[in-house]
């Protein structure tokens, strides 16, 4: 069975200083992995998608990076907003199937 | 683009009632799922779909039941609550996957329902 980890499970910054959100995997045959932000009460927001055959992907500040043979994933978060306080989701997507396999999330709060 | 749309959004129940959760997705996946997030515990898969008249159990299906008669609904069953599935649910939704790289299988989400069970 596959297990999702996200280290740490809360983060506190300073507005300005760059955010790295680990995600870890057991099983590295998965067919890609997706990040997600949830800010409180809400739905979650798909930030990037990494298939299995790519290293990485951005989107404006955000960059997210795929080491599938180490079962690894960092979401980096440039220039930290207030704006970005919010938990964050990393999920799996195993090989021949379509269940989602999620993390339990990072927690980030950016101090102004 | 409406996307995933569950409702309602709030809800509470007596233990023993039953209700149904809505989930209407307009993008033509193929692919449609119900978790709960419940503290500590993260999303944890309930039912699943591949296609109108195709269901499966996911992790955590017992006390719910799902069907699937068009492509764009998929509406959640609670037959009989009970205090333990006090829980928000979330409703997603993507294509399936054709291979590596054929189909972006990237996964979209409703807002949620918070359900209370007392």
């Known amino acids: 069975k596959q297990e999702v980890t996200q280290i740490p499970a809360a983060l506190s910054v300073p507005e300005g200083e760059n955010l790295v959100l680990n995600c870890s995997f057991t099983?590295?045959?998965?067919?890609?992995l997706q990040w997600f932000r949830q800010d409180p009460g809400k739905g979650l927001t798909s930030l990037l998608l990494?298939?299995?055959?790519?290293r990485e992907q951005t989107s404006g500040r955000l960059n997210a990076s795929l080491d599938k043979s180490s079962g690894r994933s960092t979401l980096y978060i440039a220039a930290s907003q207030p704006g970005d306080s919010a938990t964050y989701l990393c999920?799996?997507?195993?090989?021949?199937?379509?269940?989602?396999?999620f993390g339990a999330g990072t927690t980030v709060t950016v101090r102004a | 683009n409406a996307g995933v749309t569950q409702t309602p959004k709030f809800q509470v129940l007596k233990t023993g009632q039953s209700m149904t959760l809505q989930c209407a997705q307009d993008?033509?996946?193929?692919?449609m799922s119900w978790y709960r997030q419940d503290p500590g515990m993260g999303l944890r898969l309930i039912h699943y779909?591949?296609?109108?008249?195709?269901?499966d159990q996911g992790e955590v299906p017992n006390g719910y039941n799902v069907s699937r008669s068009t492509t764009e609904d998929f509406p959640l069953r609670l037959l009989s609550a009970a205090p333990s599935q006090t829980s928000v649910y979330f409703c997603?939704?993507?294509?399936?996957?054709?291979?590596?790289?054929?189909?972006?299988?990237?996964?979209?989400f409703g807002q949620g329902t918070r359900l209370t069970v007392v």
């Open positions: 997603a939704s993507s294509y399936l996957s054709l291979g590596q790289g054929l189909m972006n299988t990237e996964a979209f």
């Open positions: 099983d590295s045959a998965i067919y890609n």
């Open positions: 990494i298939q299995s055959s790519q």
């Open positions: 999920a799996v997507r195993p090989g021949g199937d379509y269940k989602l396999s």
């Open positions: 993008m033509n996946h193929e692919y």
């Open positions: 779909s591949v296609g109108a008249g195709i269901t």
